[in-house]
């Protein structure tokens, strides 16, 4: 297998033949590497990496693909950026990685664990912000697994704590990067979505706090926070806006005024920039991502907004999904699921604005589905 796959970025070939990339012999100069990049989506039982080039662009990593069980569907890094965890939907199972942070090759900490034989359907995990537990929400049973996480080699040992939350129909999970706390959004059929507030316990174990409701019909379709966990953005992908929440001490979430905020049409990801300054949001239904700079949660649309993920000379619907600022917080990352591509944008750090990588979107394998990056 050749040392590096170059993604070929001739969107128009992708659109009409499926064009994915082409072989390089040339082995990558670190020097021109600024971060890591690590993609899964439907289509492949395997984690996509890639290093980010100074120009933007994404070269393979030096064996392009890693087999996870199926199917792949999210993603969780250590605190450390040692471990990358994956949580594998059809076989219920979570893998994890050890990471190169030279070549970005992945090696499994060891055989893939099964989160719960009696909770199926894992779809999100999430490690706490000290790094000593991982968290696996499971779709078909409602439930919360957490795993001790052994600090040198990764691997992961379940605590026995089998938390119920009690909700119906849980979409995803967020684990605050600064606070004990575990976030986990629902949907019940015929009722406004639901954001439910956990604390976790120095053993691992949860206790149930607040929940905040969304609007009328409302549907949260993805949420994240700011680097310092202070503010929560949550994309309301059936009132085409974004929902901003500021976080108190406790966990318990509130509307910040003036909220939610207009978006594109169905908006359903959301990513924030290093220093917690500009906010971004993939709308699946206008092929675009709104850009938005915030005041202590408060946010206003950037000029130029909003940015089509579709490149020049094409017309094809991108349906952008999971989107991600690099670890080195000069690029954006969005995972379109309808042209299997990602397009690429670099930042604007003065004023949060977009421009666009002159060869993006890439072409993938996959309809990617997450993404992770770091250095």
Known sequence: MKALIRILC?????AVSGCYGSHSSSPTNPATNLALLY??????????????QASGELLSTA???????PRPVAMALHPSANFLYVANLNSNTVSGYNVDHTSGFLTPVG???????????????????????????????????????????????????????????????????TAPFLYVVSTPAGSPSTISVFSIASNGTLAAGGTFTGPTNSTIAGIT????????????????????LSIAASGALSEVAGSPFAAGT????????????????SNAGSNNVS???????????????????????????????????????????????ASRTIAA?????????LVPVSTSPFGQLVAPSWMVTTK
Not at 225 to 244: C, E, H, L, R, W
């Open 345 to 353: 944008f670099g930042i604007n750090n003065a004023d949060g604005s």
């Open 225 to 244: 926070t700011d680097p310092k966990g202070q503010f929560m953005y949550a994309a309301d992908s059936a009132n085409d806006d974004v929902i901003s």
């Open 10 to 14: 001739c969107v128009a070939v992708i």
């Open 63 to 69: 064996v392009a693909s890693f087999a996870t069980n």
């Open 111 to 177: 055989q893939a664990l099964a989160p719960n034989p009696t909770g199926p359907s894992p779809i999100a995990v999430g490690v706490d912000p000290a790094g000593r537990f991982l968290f696996v929400l499971n779709q078909g049973d409602e439930t919360i697994l957490a795993y001790s996480i052994d600090p040198v080699h990764g691997t992961l040992t379940q605590t026995g704590s089998v938390f119920n939350t009690g909700l119906t129909n849980p979409q995803s999970m967020l684990v605050s990067p």
């Open 266 to 281: 169905q908006p359903v990801a959301v990513a924030v920039n290093g220093t917690g300054t500009f906010v971004y949001v």
């Open 39 to 52: 993609v899964v989506g439907q289509g492949s039982n395997a984690v996509q990496g890639f290093h980010v």
């Open 291 to 337: 850009a938005f700079k915030s005041s202590a949660g408060v946010l206003s649309e950037i000029a130029g907004s909003p940015f089509s993920t579709q490149g020049s000379g094409t017309v094809v619907a991108t349906q952008p999904g999971f989107l991600i600022v690099d670890a080195t917080n000069t690029f954006l990352y969005v995972s379109n699921v």
